[in-house]
């Protein structure tokens, strides 16, 4: 099994700035894709972007230029984040990370909520 805790959410201005984290722990080795979703009030979870063991990362196309993921240096390779960057009042939900584990599927975390308001 794996683990993700995600943390690093709270109260922001608009445009303001926020870097969330994501630790993942247990069967690391098989962590093939570690991605981050985002759940609006009254709205359908949705995909903010992943990273893969090798490196490829993938932002949605609505929050390029504001969103980045990144990976931790050594020895903290198994912490992702997400950087967000000029935050709207639209970017308000809980952020989950997620984990893509082969051969065992895919594990979430408990969330962590963002809040964009002035």
């Known amino acids: 099994q794996v683990q993700l805790v995600e943390s690093g959410g709270g109260l922001v201005q608009p445009g303001g700035s926020l870097r969330l984290s994501c630790a993942a722990s247990g069967t690391v080795g098989r962590l093939y894709k570690t991605g981050w979703y985002r759940q609006a009030p009254g709205k359908e979870r949705e995909l903010v972007g992943s990273?893969?063991?090798?490196?490829?990362?993938?932002?949605v196309d609505s929050l390029k230029g504001r969103f980045t993921i990144s990976r931790g240096a050594f020895p903290n390779g198994n912490t992702i984040y997400l950087q967000m960057n000029n935050l709207k009042s639209e970017d308000t939900a809980v952020y989950y990370c997620?984990?893509?584990?082969?051969?065992?599927?895919?594990?979430w975390g408990q969330g962590t909520q963002v809040t964009v308001s002035s």
């Open positions: 997620t984990g893509l584990v082969t051969g065992l599927g895919t594990y």
């Open positions: 990273i893969t063991i090798d490196e490829q990362i993938n932002v």
